[in-house]
């Protein structure tokens, strides 16, 4: 079974909530992947995630702060050759030229963004599963799992 680590510095549709989105869209595809959320900061549990995980999806803001958190975290994640991408959350309708140049000289995968929108904190307040609440978040785990796990998407 792949096991996925969930890691990164933000809260609200952050890790947590990207971490139980994913079991969610695994649960609906039959797609056998350990989930394994992650702290937001490197320390001994983490780091031993880190050894032992498949693949690691590093959750950030797009802007300035979401480049230092890839930063910071991609360094500890390359150092063990963990296979790594990033979802970007509160997305916003520009693109962050930064972060795509980061990535870019990273090598590593920007797998999919999920906007900032509203709603989703209403759902969140209500304790749902945002996968299950929108399509939209829904598509956006589930090619990344295509990618996380070299699943061929479905057209």
Known sequence: MNSILITGL???IGR???AEALRYVCEQE???AEILDGHARLNCDLRQKVKTADYALIVVEDGVFGQLDIAFMAKELLKDQTRCG????KARD???VGLQELLLELNIPLLGSIAFNPYYAYVLSEEKNLAQEDKTVYDCLKNALAVMLSIE???
């Open 10 to 12: 933000k809260g609200g």
């Open 16 to 18: 947590t909530t990207v």
């Open 30 to 32: 039959n797609i056998e």
């Open 86 to 89: 990033v979802v970007i959350n």
């Open 94 to 96: 520009m693109e962050d």
């Open 153 to 155: 998407p479905e057209q």
